[in-house]
C-alpha cells in the first residue's frame, strides 16, 4: 500500500487561510468517506483534528476543516495562528483493509 | 484521564524478537479497537496494526505480515505487539493509540511512544 501523497512542505502568514491536498487512489480516498488529518507538533504525539472527511472532534478549533473531492481529500486552516506550525498528516481507511497516512507536510507559520 | 503508556522498547540486534506493551486507564478498554502506530526518527506515520475491541479480529500492515502479531489481555487493560524477525526499518518509536470507537479506524488517544532500534 503506497503511502497518500501530501506537499512536503507549506507556509502562510498569521491570519491567512492555506489548505494541505492529500492525493489518493479509489482503493483507499476516491473510495470510502474514511479520511483524517493528524497534527503532529516536534516531539508530540498526533492529534486528531479532521475525521469522516470533515468531522471535527470535540475541542478543536472550527479554523480546521476538511474536504475531498474524487481521489484527493484536502485540509484548510483559515486565520493562521503561530501555534499551527505543526506536521500534518492525511489517512485513510483502504480496500484491503488497512490504513495509510500521507507522508506529512511541515506547515511554516511566516 | 484517558492515557496510555508504552513499555517494551530497547536496542535489538537484527532478527531478533522483542514485545511492546500498552497500558491502558482511564476508559473502558472492551469498548474500543486498538492500534499500533511507529514512527521512524525524522519520518512519517505509518499505521502497523489493529485489533478489534474484542480481540477476535486483527489487520496488519504488509510491511509487518507474518512477522508481527497484536494482541489485548482486558483483565490487565494491556495491548500487546509480539515482534519477530526484527529488521533495520522496524527501528522507529512505535505509539499505542486508542480507536475513537468500536472500529473508526480513527486514533482519537496516543501514548507517548516507545522507542525500538534495531541495530547490531
Known amino acids: 500500500q503506497s503511502a497518500l501523497t501530501q506537499p512536503a512542505a507549506v507556509s502562510g502568514s498569521p491570519g491567512q487561510s492555506i489548505t494541505i491536498p492529500c492525493t489518493g487512489t479509489s482503493s483507499d480516498v476516491g473510495g470510502y468517506n474514511y479520511v483524517s488529518w493528524y497534527q503532529q507538533h516536534p516531539g508530540k504525539a498526533p492529534k486528531l483534528l479532521i475525521y469522516d472527511v470533515n468531522n471535527r472532534p470535540s475541542g478543536v478549533s472550527n479554523r480546521f476543516s476538511g474536504s475531498k473531492s474524487g481521489n484527493t481529500a484536502s485540509l484548510t486552516i483559515s486565520g493562521l495562528q503561530a501555534e499551527d506550525e505543526a506536521e500534518y498528516y492525511c489517512s485513510s481507511y483502504t480496500s484491503s483493509p488497512t490504513l495509510v497516512f500521507g507522508g506529512g507536510t511541515k506547515l511554516t507559520v511566516l | 484521564e484517558v492515557q496510555l503508556v508504552e513499555s517494551g522498547g530497547v536496542v535489538v540486534e537484527p532478527g531478533g524478537s522483542l514485545r511492546l506493551s500498552c497500558a491502558a486507564s482511564?476508559?473502558?478498554?472492551?469498548?474500543?479497537?486498538m492500534h499500533w502506530v511507529r514512527q521512524a526518527p525524522g519520518k512519517g506515520l505509518e499505521w502497523v496494526s489493529l485489533i478489534t475491541w474484542d480481540g477476535g479480529t486483527t489487520y496488519y500492515a504488509d510491511s509487518v505480515k507474518g512477522r508481527f502479531t497484536i494482541s489485548r489481555d482486558t483483565s490487565k487493560n494491556s495491548l500487546y505487539l509480539q515482534m519477530n524477525s526484527l529488521r533495520s526499518e522496524d527501528s522507529a518509536l512505535y505509539y499505542c493509540?486508542?480507536?475513537?470507537?468500536?472500529?473508526?479506524?480513527?486514533?482519537?488517544?496516543w501514548g507517548r511512544g516507545t522507542l525500538v532500534t534495531v541495530s547490531s
Open positions: 493509540a486508542k480507536d475513537k470507537g468500536w472500529l473508526t479506524w480513527y486514533f482519537d488517544v
Open positions: 482511564g476508559f473502558t478498554f472492551d469498548d474500543f479497537a
